[in-house]
Protein backbone atom coordinates (compact mmCIF):
# COMPACT_ATOMS: atom_id res chain seq x y z
CA UNK A 1 0.00 0.00 0.00
CA UNK A 2 1.18 3.69 -0.92
CA UNK A 3 2.19 5.62 2.43
CA UNK A 4 -0.84 7.72 3.68
CA UNK A 5 -0.91 11.39 3.64
CA UNK A 6 -3.44 13.48 5.44
CA UNK A 7 -3.71 15.79 2.51
CA UNK A 8 -2.59 15.85 -0.72
CA UNK A 9 -0.84 17.97 -3.36
CA UNK A 10 1.05 16.52 -5.04
CA UNK A 11 -0.78 13.17 -6.26
CA UNK A 12 -3.88 14.53 -7.04
CA UNK A 13 -2.79 17.52 -9.59
CA UNK A 14 -1.16 14.70 -11.41
CA UNK A 15 -3.91 14.11 -13.62
CA UNK A 16 -4.31 18.09 -14.18
CA UNK A 17 -0.31 18.45 -14.80
CA UNK A 18 -0.31 18.38 -18.32
CA UNK A 19 -3.06 21.15 -18.73
CA UNK A 20 -1.40 22.96 -15.81
CA UNK A 21 1.29 22.71 -17.79
CA UNK A 22 -0.70 24.97 -20.44
CA UNK A 23 -1.53 27.22 -18.59
CA UNK A 24 1.93 27.66 -17.44
CA UNK A 25 3.50 28.27 -20.75
CA UNK A 26 0.91 30.46 -21.58
CA UNK A 27 1.39 32.88 -19.45
CA UNK A 28 4.98 32.59 -19.63
CA UNK A 29 4.61 33.51 -23.31
CA UNK A 30 2.25 36.13 -22.56
CA UNK A 31 4.07 37.74 -19.21
CA UNK A 32 1.99 39.19 -17.90
CA UNK A 33 2.31 38.11 -14.27
CA UNK A 34 0.40 40.75 -12.47
CA UNK A 35 -3.27 41.67 -13.24
CA UNK A 36 -3.01 39.01 -16.41
CA UNK A 37 -5.76 37.98 -18.59
CA UNK A 38 -6.12 34.83 -16.66
CA UNK A 39 -6.99 36.58 -13.45
CA UNK A 40 -10.78 37.88 -15.06
CA UNK A 41 -11.23 35.20 -16.85
CA UNK A 42 -10.86 32.84 -13.32
CA UNK A 43 -12.94 35.16 -11.84
CA UNK A 44 -15.40 35.10 -14.22
CA UNK A 45 -15.28 31.37 -14.05
CA UNK A 46 -15.90 31.31 -10.40
CA UNK A 47 -18.41 33.65 -10.05
CA UNK A 48 -20.37 31.43 -13.24
CA UNK A 49 -19.36 28.57 -11.03
CA UNK A 50 -21.09 30.07 -7.67
CA UNK A 51 -23.98 31.88 -8.88
CA UNK A 52 -22.35 34.82 -7.43
CA UNK A 53 -22.49 38.91 -9.46
CA UNK A 54 -18.80 39.40 -8.52
CA UNK A 55 -15.73 37.77 -7.58
CA UNK A 56 -12.60 39.64 -6.62
CA UNK A 57 -9.54 37.70 -6.27
CA UNK A 58 -7.23 38.46 -3.66
CA UNK A 59 -4.11 37.78 -2.57
CA UNK A 60 -5.13 34.75 0.46
CA UNK A 61 -7.90 34.20 2.00
CA UNK A 62 -6.92 36.46 5.45
CA UNK A 63 -6.67 39.50 3.55
CA UNK A 64 -10.29 38.84 1.80
CA UNK A 65 -11.36 39.32 5.49
CA UNK A 66 -9.94 42.34 6.23
CA UNK A 67 -10.94 43.44 2.63
CA UNK A 68 -14.47 42.61 2.80
CA UNK A 69 -14.35 43.99 6.64
CA UNK A 70 -12.84 47.05 5.41
CA UNK A 71 -15.44 47.51 2.54
CA UNK A 72 -18.13 47.73 5.75
CA UNK A 73 -16.49 50.94 6.71
CA UNK A 74 -17.19 50.46 10.85
CA UNK A 75 -16.53 52.68 13.17
CA UNK A 76 -14.12 51.43 15.45
CA UNK A 77 -14.83 49.88 18.37
CA UNK A 78 -17.49 47.90 16.88
CA UNK A 79 -17.95 44.96 17.75
CA UNK A 80 -18.06 41.74 14.97
CA UNK A 81 -19.12 38.35 16.64
CA UNK A 82 -16.82 35.32 15.15
CA UNK A 83 -16.95 31.47 16.85
CA UNK A 84 -14.27 30.56 19.06
CA UNK A 85 -13.38 27.39 17.97
CA UNK A 86 -11.95 28.73 14.30
CA UNK A 87 -8.87 29.16 12.56
CA UNK A 88 -7.57 32.45 13.87
CA UNK A 89 -7.98 34.69 10.69
CA UNK A 90 -11.23 35.94 11.06
CA UNK A 91 -10.49 37.03 14.63
CA UNK A 92 -6.83 38.64 13.72
CA UNK A 93 -8.82 40.65 10.73
CA UNK A 94 -11.49 41.71 13.24
CA UNK A 95 -8.64 43.01 15.71
CA UNK A 96 -6.38 44.45 13.05
CA UNK A 97 -9.11 47.01 12.03
CA UNK A 98 -9.69 48.27 15.52
CA UNK A 99 -13.08 46.73 15.74
CA UNK A 100 -13.71 44.47 18.84
CA UNK A 101 -14.22 40.89 18.29
CA UNK A 102 -16.80 39.02 20.12
CA UNK A 103 -16.89 35.29 20.64
CA UNK A 104 -19.70 32.75 20.59
CA UNK A 105 -19.63 29.50 21.01
CA UNK A 106 -20.29 26.30 18.07
CA UNK A 107 -22.64 23.20 17.97
CA UNK A 108 -21.33 20.06 19.02
CA UNK A 109 -22.43 17.96 16.22
CA UNK A 110 -21.16 20.45 13.05
CA UNK A 111 -18.52 22.41 15.05
CA UNK A 112 -20.34 25.49 13.10
CA UNK A 113 -21.57 28.75 15.08
CA UNK A 114 -24.47 28.35 17.16
CA UNK A 115 -26.93 30.86 16.57
CA UNK A 116 -28.24 30.96 20.56
CA UNK A 117 -24.58 31.91 21.71
CA UNK A 118 -25.05 34.58 18.97
CA UNK A 119 -28.29 36.47 20.16
CA UNK A 120 -26.62 36.00 23.96
CA UNK A 121 -23.71 38.26 22.37
CA UNK A 122 -25.11 41.00 20.56
CA UNK A 123 -24.79 44.26 21.89
CA UNK A 124 -25.66 47.88 20.73
CA UNK A 125 -22.44 47.78 19.10
CA UNK A 126 -22.70 44.90 16.83
CA UNK A 127 -22.09 45.57 13.52
CA UNK A 128 -21.57 42.25 11.48
CA UNK A 129 -21.15 38.50 12.21
CA UNK A 130 -18.83 36.54 10.59
CA UNK A 131 -19.50 33.12 10.45
CA UNK A 132 -17.67 30.10 9.19
CA UNK A 133 -18.26 27.26 7.33
CA UNK A 134 -15.88 24.88 8.93
CA UNK A 135 -14.77 20.89 7.67
CA UNK A 136 -17.18 21.59 4.79
CA UNK A 137 -20.24 22.21 5.69
CA UNK A 138 -22.48 25.04 5.73
CA UNK A 139 -23.63 26.87 9.46
CA UNK A 140 -27.02 27.45 10.16
CA UNK A 141 -27.33 30.23 7.52
CA UNK A 142 -31.01 30.21 7.82
CA UNK A 143 -31.08 31.47 11.32
CA UNK A 144 -28.17 33.49 11.10
CA UNK A 145 -29.49 35.54 8.11
CA UNK A 146 -32.98 36.17 10.77
CA UNK A 147 -30.95 37.06 13.42
CA UNK A 148 -28.76 39.41 10.68
CA UNK A 149 -32.10 40.98 9.25
CA UNK A 150 -33.75 41.41 12.50
CA UNK A 151 -30.47 43.15 14.34
CA UNK A 152 -29.31 44.76 10.67
CA UNK A 153 -26.00 43.47 11.36
CA UNK A 154 -24.02 42.80 7.91
CA UNK A 155 -23.62 38.82 7.70
CA UNK A 156 -19.63 37.84 6.22
CA UNK A 157 -19.47 33.76 5.18
CA UNK A 158 -15.96 32.74 5.77
CA UNK A 159 -16.06 29.79 2.98
CA UNK A 160 -11.79 28.71 2.92
CA UNK A 161 -13.04 25.26 4.31
CA UNK A 162 -16.64 24.90 1.70
CA UNK A 163 -16.42 26.21 -1.43
CA UNK A 164 -18.23 24.06 -3.58
CA UNK A 165 -20.76 23.17 -0.68
CA UNK A 166 -24.63 24.00 -1.28
CA UNK A 167 -26.97 25.36 1.30
CA UNK A 168 -31.00 24.89 0.84
CA UNK A 169 -32.96 27.67 2.04
CA UNK A 170 -35.99 26.57 3.82
CA UNK A 171 -38.13 27.61 0.56
CA UNK A 172 -35.85 24.92 -1.56
CA UNK A 173 -33.59 26.85 -3.49
CA UNK A 174 -30.08 26.10 -2.95
CA UNK A 175 -27.20 28.61 -2.91
CA UNK A 176 -23.57 28.21 -3.06
CA UNK A 177 -21.75 28.50 0.29
CA UNK A 178 -20.53 32.23 0.27
CA UNK A 179 -22.91 34.08 -1.75
CA UNK A 180 -25.93 33.68 0.86
CA UNK A 181 -24.66 36.68 3.67
CA UNK A 182 -23.57 39.76 2.27
CA UNK A 183 -19.92 38.93 1.35
CA UNK A 184 -18.73 35.75 1.40
CA UNK A 185 -14.72 35.05 1.47
CA UNK A 186 -12.52 31.98 0.23
CA UNK A 187 -8.61 30.58 0.24
CA UNK A 188 -6.72 29.17 -2.80
CA UNK A 189 -4.92 27.69 0.10
CA UNK A 190 -3.16 24.63 -1.24
CA UNK A 191 -4.66 22.28 0.58
CA UNK A 192 -8.00 23.95 0.64
CA UNK A 193 -11.12 22.82 -1.68
CA UNK A 194 -10.08 25.11 -4.78
CA UNK A 195 -6.04 24.70 -3.97
CA UNK A 196 -3.55 26.98 -5.99
CA UNK A 197 0.06 25.87 -6.64
CA UNK A 198 0.69 28.70 -3.80
CA UNK A 199 -1.13 31.39 -2.22
CA UNK A 200 -4.11 32.84 -3.31
CA UNK A 201 -8.05 34.26 -2.48
CA UNK A 202 -11.31 35.50 -3.29
CA UNK A 203 -13.95 37.57 -2.10
CA UNK A 204 -17.48 37.16 -3.28
CA UNK A 205 -20.62 39.63 -3.59
CA UNK A 206 -23.90 40.00 -5.30
CA UNK A 207 -23.95 43.64 -3.70
CA UNK A 208 -22.09 45.90 -7.21
CA UNK A 209 -21.70 48.85 -4.78
CA UNK A 210 -19.95 46.55 -2.18
CA UNK A 211 -18.15 44.85 -5.06
CA UNK A 212 -16.67 47.94 -6.28
CA UNK A 213 -15.40 48.81 -2.84
CA UNK A 214 -13.54 45.72 -2.18
CA UNK A 215 -11.65 45.81 -5.53
CA UNK A 216 -10.54 49.26 -5.14
CA UNK A 217 -8.95 48.27 -2.06
CA UNK A 218 -7.38 45.27 -2.68
CA UNK A 219 -5.41 47.95 -5.01
CA UNK A 220 -4.38 50.45 -2.29
CA UNK A 221 -7.78 52.16 -2.40
CA UNK A 222 -7.34 53.24 -6.06
CA UNK A 223 -9.92 53.84 -8.97
CA UNK A 224 -7.49 55.44 -11.59
CA UNK A 225 -3.57 54.79 -11.06
CA UNK A 226 -2.26 56.63 -8.63
CA UNK A 227 -5.75 58.62 -7.53
CA UNK A 228 -6.54 57.14 -3.93
CA UNK A 229 -10.37 56.69 -3.41
CA UNK A 230 -10.63 55.37 -0.09
CA UNK A 231 -7.51 53.71 2.39
CA UNK A 232 -6.73 50.21 0.99
CA UNK A 233 -4.32 47.55 0.67
CA UNK A 234 -2.04 45.64 -1.89
CA UNK A 235 -3.29 42.00 -2.55
CA UNK A 236 -3.22 40.55 -5.52
CA UNK A 237 -3.65 36.92 -6.95
CA UNK A 238 -0.82 36.24 -9.25
CA UNK A 239 -1.40 35.30 -12.98
CA UNK A 240 0.13 32.12 -12.64
CA UNK A 241 -2.33 30.89 -9.77
CA UNK A 242 -5.54 32.33 -11.59
CA UNK A 243 -4.33 30.12 -14.51
CA UNK A 244 -3.58 27.07 -12.47
CA UNK A 245 -6.40 27.99 -10.81
CA UNK A 246 -9.13 27.87 -13.83
CA UNK A 247 -7.48 24.18 -14.69
CA UNK A 248 -8.61 23.34 -11.39
CA UNK A 249 -12.26 24.63 -11.30
CA UNK A 250 -13.34 21.82 -14.04
CA UNK A 251 -12.19 19.40 -11.12
CA UNK A 252 -13.86 20.59 -8.27
CA UNK A 253 -17.13 19.44 -8.60
CA UNK A 254 -15.32 15.73 -8.78
CA UNK A 255 -12.64 16.41 -6.27
CA UNK A 256 -16.40 17.01 -4.11
CA UNK A 257 -17.53 14.03 -5.10
CA UNK A 258 -14.64 11.76 -4.45
CA UNK A 259 -14.33 13.33 -1.33
CA UNK A 260 -18.00 12.57 -0.21
CA UNK A 261 -17.19 8.74 -1.51
CA UNK A 262 -15.02 8.35 0.97
CA UNK A 263 -16.53 9.90 3.48
CA UNK A 264 -19.26 7.61 3.10
CA UNK A 265 -16.95 4.87 3.37
CA UNK A 266 -15.39 6.00 6.31
CA UNK A 267 -18.97 6.36 7.85
CA UNK A 268 -19.87 3.18 7.17
CA UNK A 269 -17.42 1.38 8.81
CA UNK A 270 -16.76 3.86 11.73
CA UNK A 271 -20.62 4.65 12.72
CA UNK A 272 -21.11 1.40 15.52
CA UNK A 273 -17.82 2.41 17.35
CA UNK A 274 -19.48 4.19 20.65
CA UNK A 275 -16.62 5.88 21.12
CA UNK A 276 -16.27 7.24 17.79
CA UNK A 277 -18.84 10.35 16.73
CA UNK A 278 -18.51 10.69 12.81
CA UNK A 279 -19.39 14.09 11.80
CA UNK A 280 -22.52 15.40 12.36
CA UNK A 281 -24.81 16.08 9.16
CA UNK A 282 -27.26 18.87 8.79
CA UNK A 283 -30.14 18.44 6.54
CA UNK A 284 -29.57 22.08 5.43
CA UNK A 285 -26.38 21.88 3.23
CA UNK A 286 -24.14 19.39 1.75
CA UNK A 287 -21.03 18.48 3.01
CA UNK A 288 -17.63 18.76 0.76
CA UNK A 289 -15.60 17.15 3.31
CA UNK A 290 -12.22 19.82 2.87
CA UNK A 291 -11.37 18.10 6.30
CA UNK A 292 -13.15 14.50 7.68
CA UNK A 293 -13.03 15.32 11.57
CA UNK A 294 -14.21 12.94 13.56
CA UNK A 295 -14.59 13.54 18.08
CA UNK A 296 -13.09 10.89 20.23
CA UNK A 297 -13.57 10.76 23.97
CA UNK A 298 -10.68 13.07 25.07
CA UNK A 299 -8.45 10.82 27.20
CA UNK A 300 -8.20 8.46 24.30
CA UNK A 301 -7.71 11.40 21.59
CA UNK A 302 -3.72 11.78 21.93
CA UNK A 303 -3.30 7.29 22.46
CA UNK A 304 -5.24 7.20 19.62
CA UNK A 305 -2.90 9.38 17.35
CA UNK A 306 0.09 7.83 18.62
CA UNK A 307 -1.33 4.58 17.87
CA UNK A 308 -2.38 5.55 14.24
CA UNK A 309 1.31 7.51 13.60
CA UNK A 310 2.45 4.07 14.57
CA UNK A 311 0.82 2.34 11.61
CA UNK A 312 1.65 5.59 9.23
CA UNK A 313 -1.35 6.54 9.75
CA UNK A 314 -1.39 10.33 10.10
CA UNK A 315 -3.80 12.59 11.72
CA UNK A 316 -4.14 16.46 12.69
CA UNK A 317 -6.12 18.20 15.15
CA UNK A 318 -7.79 21.00 13.80
CA UNK A 319 -8.03 23.11 16.54
CA UNK A 320 -6.28 22.30 19.96
CA UNK A 321 -7.25 25.31 21.62
CA UNK A 322 -9.97 27.58 21.02
CA UNK A 323 -9.23 31.44 20.35
CA UNK A 324 -10.48 32.96 23.87
CA UNK A 325 -7.21 31.73 25.60
CA UNK A 326 -5.03 32.22 22.75
CA UNK A 327 -2.69 34.62 24.15
CA UNK A 328 -2.87 37.37 22.12
CA UNK A 329 -6.00 37.83 22.54
CA UNK A 330 -6.31 37.57 26.42
CA UNK A 331 -6.96 41.43 26.34
CA UNK A 332 -10.46 40.42 25.64
CA UNK A 333 -10.55 39.08 29.25
CA UNK A 334 -12.40 35.71 28.44
CA UNK A 335 -11.34 32.77 30.55
CA UNK A 336 -11.91 29.22 30.33
CA UNK A 337 -15.19 28.05 31.01
CA UNK A 338 -16.63 30.92 28.84
CA UNK A 339 -17.27 28.54 25.64
CA UNK A 340 -17.64 25.00 26.57
CA UNK A 341 -19.04 23.44 23.72
CA UNK A 342 -15.96 24.92 21.75
CA UNK A 343 -13.25 24.08 25.34
CA UNK A 344 -14.75 20.67 24.65
CA UNK A 345 -14.56 19.86 20.94
CA UNK A 346 -11.08 21.07 21.06
CA UNK A 347 -9.75 18.56 23.16
CA UNK A 348 -11.90 15.72 21.22
CA UNK A 349 -11.35 16.25 17.31
CA UNK A 350 -9.02 14.10 14.98
CA UNK A 351 -8.65 14.93 11.70
CA UNK A 352 -8.33 11.57 9.48
CA UNK A 353 -7.03 11.55 6.25
CA UNK A 354 -9.29 12.72 3.02
CA UNK A 355 -8.55 13.39 0.31
CA UNK A 356 -8.65 12.07 -3.67
CA UNK A 357 -5.80 10.52 -4.09
CA UNK A 358 -6.60 8.56 -0.77
CA UNK A 359 -7.46 5.09 -1.67
CA UNK A 360 -10.71 3.05 -0.55
CA UNK A 361 -8.54 0.35 0.91
CA UNK A 362 -6.99 2.93 2.23
CA UNK A 363 -10.02 3.92 4.13
CA UNK A 364 -10.77 0.75 5.36
CA UNK A 365 -6.87 0.19 6.51
CA UNK A 366 -7.37 3.27 8.65
CA UNK A 367 -10.57 2.28 10.12
CA UNK A 368 -9.53 -1.25 10.79
CA UNK A 369 -6.99 0.76 12.96
CA UNK A 370 -9.59 2.53 14.95
CA UNK A 371 -11.51 0.18 15.66
CA UNK A 372 -8.66 -2.13 16.71
CA UNK A 373 -7.59 0.55 18.74
CA UNK A 374 -10.77 0.86 20.78
CA UNK A 375 -11.03 -3.08 21.33
CA UNK A 376 -7.76 -3.16 22.62
CA UNK A 377 -8.14 0.17 25.14
CA UNK A 378 -11.37 0.46 26.21
C1 LIG B 1 -7.36 28.72 5.45
C2 LIG B 1 -8.32 29.55 6.15
C3 LIG B 1 -8.25 30.96 6.14
C4 LIG B 1 -7.07 31.73 5.62
O1 LIG B 1 -6.65 31.45 4.37
P1 LIG B 1 -5.18 31.87 3.89
O2 LIG B 1 -5.30 31.81 2.40
O3 LIG B 1 -4.22 30.89 4.46
O4 LIG B 1 -4.92 33.27 4.37
C5 LIG B 1 -9.26 31.68 6.74
N1 LIG B 1 -10.29 31.06 7.36
C6 LIG B 1 -10.38 29.72 7.41
C7 LIG B 1 -11.55 29.12 8.09
C8 LIG B 1 -9.41 28.93 6.83
O5 LIG B 1 -9.50 27.59 6.92
Known amino acids: ?23 FNQVLTQGDFINGAAVSTFAQALGKYLR ?4 IPCGNGTDALQIALMALNLPFGSEVIVPAFNYVAAMEAVALLGLVPVLADVLPDTFNLDPTSVIAKISAKTRAIIV ?10 AALLQISRLHQLYLIEDNAQSLGAQYKSQNGSTFYAGT ?16 ALGDGGAIFTNDL ?54 AQEYGNLLHRLPLVKIPGRADYSTHVFNQYVVQVPEVHRDKLRQYLQQHQIPTAVY ?48 AQHIITYFETHS
Do not use: W
Open 1 to 23: MDPIGLSDTAESSKLMQPALAKA
Open 52 to 55: VASV
Open 132 to 141: VHLFGQCADL
Open 180 to 195: VGHIGTTSFFPTKMLG
Open 209 to 262: KMATSMQQIARHGQQQKYQYEQIGVNSRLDTLQAAFLSVKLKFLNNNIAQRQLR
Open 319 to 366: YPTPLHVQPAYRYLNYHSGNFPVAETVCQKVVALPMHTALTLDQVQYI
